[in-house]
């Protein structure tokens, strides 16, 4: 069974500043990874998704990448912004159809 | 608006209470997703439909009807539920499998 961790569960940072999200899945044989944005009490809006052939993307201040052999992906948020704090998802599909999700990483930016 | 639109946006019902949730998906997706969101706990997957066809029943108490009547909507039909139900319900659908998601702004339901 997948399971997917993420660290940390909470962070706190200031304005400006460049951080990393991690997260890890115990079965490397995925289809692909995708990261999520929710706000509180919202829906999930997908920020990037990364196929299993891929190493990274990237949109505009966000970078991911994917090292499927050792079960891991970093999200970087750069020039970190007070409208980035939510709670950022980590989710990976291997075959069929079900996505996989860790708790999630709680952000907040203090101006 | 991200082409999944889920209604109603909030939900407070009894537990004698029947009660739908409804998805609608303007993307041309092919498959379509119920996931439960509790406090504390990952996303759980319910149900995966795919071509109107259920393909995915995640072991979901029967209190818990799905139905899909065509490749655009998908309902959630809620019955005799407990208050450990309350959660948010997420709809979400993708073109098939190894593609990415698109996910609703979700139902926050209240079961009292």
């Excluded at chain 1, 995925?30 to 990037?48: A, E, V």
């Excluded at chain 2, 407070?12 to 504390?40: D, F, I, P, R």
Aim: charged share 15%; proline share 5%; net charge neutral.
């Amino acid at each position: 069974k997948q399971e997917v961790t993420q660290i940390p569960a909470a962070l706190s940072v200031p304005e400006g500043e460049n951080l990393v999200l991690n997260c890890s899945f115990t079965d490397s044989a995925i289809y692909n990874l995708q990261w999520f944005r929710q706000d509180p009490g919202k829906g999930l809006t997908s920020l990037l998704l990364i196929q299993s052939s891929q190493r990274e993307q990237t949109s505009g201040r966000l970078n991911a990448s994917l090292d499927k052999s050792s079960g891991r992906s970093t999200l970087y948020i750069a020039a970190s912004q007070p409208g980035d704090s939510a709670t950022y998802l980590c989710a990976v599909t291997n075959s069929g159809y079900a996505l996989n999700f860790g708790k999630g990483t709680s952000l907040l930016v203090t101006p | 608006e991200t082409g999944v639109t889920q209604t109603p946006r909030h939900l407070v019902m009894g537990m004698t209470n029947k009660k739908s949730l409804k998805c609608e998906q303007h993307l041309g997706h092919n498959a379509m997703y119920w996931y439960k969101q509790s406090a504390k706990k990952p996303l759980e997957l319910m149900f995966v439909y795919s071509l109107e066809e259920r393909v995915e029943n995640n072991s979901v108490p029967s209190r818990f009807s799905p139905e899909c009547p065509n490749s655009s909507h998908l309902f959630l039909h809620l019955h005799t539920l407990q208050p450990e139900d309350s959660a948010l319900y997420l709809c979400a659908s993708s073109p098939g499998t190894g593609y990415g998601y698109t996910f609703g702004s979700g139902t926050r339901l209240t079961v009292v």
